[in-house]
């Protein structure tokens, strides 16, 4: 099984920024495309960002795109997600998971990953 751990989430006033944390035990992030999603109340969970592990190429769902980046530190066995620019609609259960990123467009969640318990981002005045 693949489970990752995510960390960095708060309460943030809009137009604030956060950073996401993604870290891996037992395994080495490197091989592996990470993906980022998120679920708020009452919501299917959904695509933020993805990054792939060969290339660094990254998709970005509409909602987030120009506001979020995504990077990754192998060094670390780590994955972020900047947030800047953070709106109210931003808040939910982010989680971050193994997947397949193909042709740079669809995140695909790979069948062995374990979801982790998410972080808790609230955007909120």
């Known amino acids: 099984q693949l489970q990752l751990v995510e960390s960095g989430g708060g309460l943030v006033q809009p137009g604030g920024s956060l950073r996401l944390s993604c870290a891996a035990s037992?395994?080495?992030?490197?091989?592996?495309?990470i993906g980022w999603f998120r679920q708020a109340p009452g919501k299917e969970r959904e695509g933020v960002s993805c990054i792939k592990s060969s290339d660094g190429v990254a998709y970005y769902a509409d909602s987030v795109k120009g506001r979020f980046t995504i990077s990754r530190d192998n060094a670390k066995n780590t994955v972020y997600l900047h947030m800047n620019s953070l709106k109210p609609e931003d808040t939910a259960l982010y989680y971050c998971?193994?997947?397949?990123?193909?042709?740079?467009?669809?995140?695909?969640?790979?069948?062995?990953?374990?979801w982790g318990k998410g972080t808790l981002v609230t955007v909120s005045s």
């Open positions: 998971a193994a997947v397949d990123l193909i042709s740079g467009t669809m995140c695909v969640i790979l069948p062995q990953v374990k």
């Open positions: 037992g395994f080495t992030l490197d091989y592996y495309d």
